[in-house]
């Protein structure tokens, strides 16, 4: 069965410090696709990058990077030099073809407190 | 990505009665989803809107007690009916990013929050 485990429920770091985000993942297929969203107060969901399981190149975009490992079902997302803006709530998600629809399952989320 | 709209934004409902949450599309997509987030926790996928057909279920939800219509490519709607306060949740659509952005990666919109009491 399809799972994603987020362990970290909550974390508070002070600002400029790095944090990562980890995320495991539990699938039977070979093609899938993982995804993290942020989610601020507000309560939108933000699209912040999808990687696909065939691509495990590591990837930058500005002070975020991601680690996708397959060896270890992982795929975690480093905050660097955090700010008080980063403060959110941060979904891991995982995707699957079923019948031509991809669904997604989605971890439990980790809420990151970044303190000025 | 597509700018998608919900209404209302957030609404106090009476234990009993029923809520139409639209979902607008500013742009044709292929697949719209409705989603429950309960305070404090993860996304639960509803149902996916099927456009010129019946909405598929996730186990647990059904279709007396969550109507969705999709007249056409662009617009969704969910209807929480007779409410009870363990209704109380954020509902979210998702649409794909059609064939420009990827089918496979779901867009959300702002959601809706409903208190139930």
């Known amino acids: 069965a399809q799972k994603v485990t987020q362990a970290q429920t909550e974390i508070s770091v002070v600002e400029k410090e790095d944090v990562t985000l980890d995320c495991v993942y539990e699938t039977r297929d070979t093609t899938y696709y993982l995804f993290w969203y942020k989610q601020p107060p507000s309560g939108e969901l933000v699209f912040l990058i999808r990687?696909?399981?065939?691509?495990?190149q590591n990837e930058i975009s500005g002070r975020y990077s991601w680690n996708f490992q397959k060896s270890t079902s992982s795929f975690n997302f480093t905050i660097t030099a955090s700010q008080v803006v980063d403060s959110a709530v941060y979904f891991c998600a995982l995707s699957e073809s079923t019948s031509g629809t991809y669904k997604y399952i989605f971890g439990t989320g980790t809420r990151l407190k970044v303190l000025a | 990505s597509a700018v998608i709209s919900q209404k209302p934004s957030r609404d106090i409902c009476q234990r009993g009665t029923s809520l139409t949450i639209q979902c607008q599309v500013d742009s044709q997509v292929t697949m719209m989803f409705w989603y429950r987030q309960q305070p404090g926790q993860s996304l639960t996928l509803i149902a996916t809107?099927?456009?010129?057909?019946?909405?598929?279920?996730e186990s647990g939800f059904v279709i007396d007690k969550f109507p969705i219509s999709r007249p056409n490519l662009t617009f969704s709607t969910l209807t929480v009916s007779n409410m009870s306060p363990e209704d109380s949740s954020i509902y979210l659509c998702?649409?794909?990013?059609?064939?420009?952005?990827?089918?496979?990666?779901?867009?959300f919109g702002p959601g809706t929050r409903l208190t139930v009491l």
């Open positions: 809107a099927n456009q010129g057909s019946e909405a598929t279920y």
């Open positions: 990687r696909n399981s065939f691509d495990e």
């Open positions: 998702s649409v794909d990013g059609g064939p420009h952005l990827g089918t496979d990666t779901q867009y």
